[in-house]
């Protein structure tokens, strides 16, 4: 069928007239054939039955009195006729009386006989059955059966049985059918001949018609037009295609003209967007030169502000250094007050300058946030211990919120972080009077190892109207005008805050409802970290020491012979919040501490009058008497050899320190025995933990002005330029003095002090040297050995260490060189070291501590 589909017309055409004669001739023959056959049946049964009719009469007498022969004779006269095959003259009782059988044929070709003992007999149902079917002219048979009676006196005595064959009928039917056959040949080709032709009418204009198509769609030409050739559906349909291209062809002029209008237009536009484009080029290489100079007036602005707020910072330094000289020295109450609001207001000045140096630095862009592993558990609980003092004084608490999974460890800037919860939090505090403050913190969400952290601090305090808020984040702005007045700020520290939170890759946002209360809150992103990670952070040189930012609210009493050392100690121990006592020698120290009050003892270990081990001795001998509980005292000792440390621990002393001794160790002293005495506030951390680095940088690489962040304190040294050689650190070790000490406030002091005391010590020594006196000259040595060594006079610590051990030795051979050499280095000492001290004391200023705007701000707000 398919394949019929896919036919041309012109085919289909011809095979549909072939086949619908084909079909009319098959009805035609076989109703010819049906016909011819039933008629020819009928004459046939007809002649035969006229046939028996005639032998039945003619041998009606045979059968009457059975003579056999005669009707035997009669049969014979059937050999005329050879289609008959058998003829029967049979009885009343059915016995065959005579029979004819054709030429060839035998009695079992005949049905209706039945073989008998008595002779062949006739079965008259079998008989009746053929002779029915005879009767038929429908049934095609091969044989023909009539039956016919053979009466008597209107009596029946017999019947005439005769089979004939259909030879006959075949013979005619196959000349017939030879007939037909040529006839329908002949039909097919004329039918074959005129279709051929005839379809034309119909595939011609449709095989015109798709040429045409064709045409028009490979040439693209609208312009062809189909010829109609009849009126017919064919001729519609080319009309109809003839239209179709008509109404193409004058779309197409129509788009032709268009399409010209709009290369004009386009033209036209083309021209004026140049036009318009040269402007704009001008107004974008103004802007541009706008700009640029604007931005290099943000820069020289934001420089000017840096450069500012540092220059300021020396010398602000200086103001509070001296200030708390001024306090150490025994004012009256007024002049205490005078003083300590010097000291306030110059605090708050530091933090505000702090914090536009801050900003200053975010504005220039230089600004970067250090990656480093920390603790955030930590890091919240420090925070929230620095502002306890604070919160506390106004009847506040600060809760903390920690949400679950927060990981232990990340990775990123903790001062940074440290900075913005510490101004959100003084923020909430300063604006709050009763109710509670906040710190809230929550896990955002975890993505392999980043994660998002969210901080909030909420507070139910005085609340910011809708206006204020659009405003705060602004550089110096704050809700409104009174805010000044009342709680002073200078409305920095939420447009730091928010900055450097963008820095951390999130959006400070505020909410808030005067009268109720304001949520600040951020999200941050760190990346995990692992402890091992964070305690290497901590562990590293530059980072804090542990317990940085300790402060101890002790009394200690400094045993020390050497007045340098005497200061140094001081200095330190006062840095890290202690009153100091000193005791020139063991004598003194065990006078001191009968009186009570002290905390702890620094003993040196070897002393004029009563040496350390001895006052140690004494001491324990006391505590045991009166059954006091035991002072912790900690060796200072200048020989830093096995076996001293021993030796102090079996003298009573419970811990060792040699000199020169840094900061750190201090404090690490008064964290092992002092624990209790530990104060809760952070305030000078920074700015002595991260001092010695910051100074060793910048003598080191001799000060390019840069500098680094957070510390607040190093540039004021690094920006001087100074270039100690080799040679002058051998002298004098100024930047080993300066990590030790934590800055430059007092090295003038210092050098002076040390110049002093030991050209007495060297003078002393003098004579004991040329009478060679070996106890008289150790003495002297092992003292003038730890002053240098805490001084930082490293070639005198060197030589006062030689001529110490062969004193001790007993060996006096070298002790005149020895003594000369260190003389010598002495005077190279007071000839560098004062004018290195003072290039360093006023670079550096001479302020008792400088602290980094992200400590300033409780420390000047529990100050206020
Ligand atoms: P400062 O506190 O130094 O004035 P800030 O930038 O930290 O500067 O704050 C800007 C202003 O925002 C504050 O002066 C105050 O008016 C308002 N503000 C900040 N935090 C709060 C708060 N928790 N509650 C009420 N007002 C606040």
Redesign the pocket.
């Known amino acids: 069928m398919t394949r019929f589909r896919d036919l041309t017309i012109r085919r289909k055409l011809i095979a549909i007239l072939l086949l619908t004669n084909a079909i009319v001739l098959a009805l035609v023959v076989a109703a010819f054939v049906v016909n011819e056959a039933a008629t020819f049946r009928t004459g046939m049964r007809g002649e035969l039955t006229a046939l028996a009719e005639i032998l039945g009469n003619n041998s009606s007498a045979a059968v009457a009195f059975n003579d056999g022969t005669a009707a035997t004779g009669m049969l014979a006269g059937l050999r005329a006729k050879p289609a008959v095959m058998a003829a029967f003259v049979v009885d009343a009782g059915g016995m065959v009386l005579a029979s004819y059988l054709g030429h060839g044929v035998t009695l079992s070709q005949v049905p209706f006989i039945v073989q008998g003992a008595a002779g062949a007999r006739v079965d008259s149902q079998r008989l009746q059955r053929e002779v029915a079917r005879t009767a038929n002219p429908l049934l095609l048979q091969r044989h023909l059966f009539v039956d016919s009676p053979i009466v008597l006196d209107g009596q029946q005595v017999g019947r005439v049985v005769i089979q004939s064959d259909s030879r006959e009928l075949t013979a005619r039917l196959e000349v017939f059918l030879s007939l037909v056959a040529a006839v329908t040949l002949g039909g097919f080709l004329l039918v074959y001949l005129l279709a051929s032709r005839l379809q034309r009418v119909i595939s011609e204009p449709i095989d015109h018609l798709v040429e045409v198509m064709k045409k028009v769609s490979r040439e693209k030409d609208y312009a062809m037009r189909a010829e109609k050739g009849s009126d017919d559906e064919l001729g519609a349909l080319v009309e109809c295609f003839n239209d179709m291209l008509d109404q193409i062809q004058q779309r197409d002029q129509r788009l032709e003209t268009y399409s010209g209008e709009l290369e004009g237009v386009v033209r036209r536009r083309t021209a004026e967007l140049s036009d318009a484009n040269q402007v704009l080029s001008h107004a974008v290489e103004e802007l541009r030169e706008a700009k640029e100079a604007a931005e290099a007036a943000s820069v020289a602005k934001s420089q000017f502000l840096a450069n500012m707020s540092h220059e300021i910072r020396t010398p602000m330094n200086g103001v509070l250094g001296m200030v708390s000289l001024l306090l150490e020295s025994g004012l009256t109450a007024e002049q205490r007050n005078f003083a300590e609001a010097v000291q306030g207001s110059g605090e708050s000045l530091l933090s505000i300058i702090n914090?536009i140096l801050d900003f200053s630095k975010i504005e220039a862009g230089r600004l970067e946030l250090e990656v480093t592993s920390f603790r955030l558990g930590e890091l919240v609980c420090e925070v929230r211990e620095m502002l306890a003092p604070l919160a506390m004084r106004k009847g506040l608490e600060i809760s903390l919120v920690c949400g679950p999974a927060i990981p232990l460890y990340l990775e990123g800037d903790p001062v940074r972080l440290r900075q913005v919860l510490v101004?959100?939090l003084?923020?909430?505090?300063?604006?709050?009077s009763e109710g509670e403050v906040q710190l809230r913190i929550e896990l955002a969400e975890e993505q392999g190892e980043r994660v998002q952290v969210i901080f909030e601090?909420r507070?139910t305090?005085?609340?910011?109207t809708p206006e204020?808020q659009q405003?705060?984040?602004d550089?110096f702005?704050?809700?409104?005008n009174s805010?000044?007045r009342n709680?002073?700020?200078?409305?920095?520290?939420?447009?730091?805050?928010k900055q450097l939170v963008a820095l951390m890759g999130g959006d400070l946002q505020?909410e808030?409802e005067p009268g109720k209360?304001?949520t600040?809150r951020f999200a941050a992103g760190f990346a995990k970290s692992t402890a091992d990670a964070a305690n290497a952070a901590v562990s590293s040189s530059l980072a804090p020491e542990p317990g940085a930012g300790s402060f101890f609210t002790a009394s200690i009493l400094v045993a020390e012979d050497n007045t340098v050392n005497q200061e140094v100690a001081r200095h330190l121990l006062r840095m890290l919040g202690c009153r100091v006592e000193i005791a020139s020698n063991g004598a003194e120290a065990v006078e001191a501490a009968a009186h009570g009050g002290i905390d702890l003892i620094f003993m040196d270990c070897q002393m004029p009058v009563m040496d350390g081990f001895t006052a140690c001795g004494v001491l324990r001998e006391r505590e045991r008497e009166r059954g006091a509980g035991r002072l912790p005292i900690v060796a200072l000792t200048a020989n830093a050899i096995a076996g001293d440390r021993e030796r102090c621990l079996e003298a009573g002393m419970d811990d060792y320190l040699s000199k020169p001794f840094t900061i750190g160790q201090l404090r690490g002293a008064l964290l092992r025995w002092l624990p209790d005495l530990e104060m809760p506030v952070e305030a000078p951390k920074g700015s002595v933990a991260g001092h010695g680095a910051g100074l060793r940088t910048g003598v080191e690489t001799s000060g390019t002005g840069v500098e680094t962040s957070g510390t607040g304190v190093d540039s004021g040294v690094v920006g001087t330029g100074h270039d100690d050689g080799e040679a002058d650190r051998d002298i004098f070790d100024v930047a080993g003095f300066l990590e030790r000490v934590g800055d430059a406030s007092y090295l003038e002091m210092f050098v002076e002090k040390f110049i002093e005391s030991a050209g007495g010590v060297l003078e002393e020594m003098a004579p004991t040297v040329r009478r060679r006196e070996c106890e008289e000259v150790r003495r002297p040595a092992h003292s003038l050995k730890g002053a240098a060594a805490s001084m930082g006079a490293e070639r005198m610590r060197e030589l006062a260490t030689r001529l110490e051990a062969e004193a001790n030795a007993g060996d006096v051979s070298n002790f005149a060189v020895l003594f000369a050499d260190l003389w010598d280095a002495f005077r190279a000492f007071c000839d560098r070291a004062p004018e290195i001290a003072r290039r360093y004391g006023s670079g550096g200023g001479s302020g008792t501590r400088r602290l980094s705007s992200v400590e300033e701000?409780p420390r000047r707000l529990t100050s206020s």
């Open positions: 914090n101004n959100l003084a923020n909430a505090i300063k604006f709050t601090v507070d305090g005085i609340g910011i204020a405003r705060i984040f550089s702005s704050q809700a409104d805010t000044t709680f002073g700020g200078t409305g920095l520290g939420l447009a730091i805050a505020v808030s209360g304001s600040f701000k």
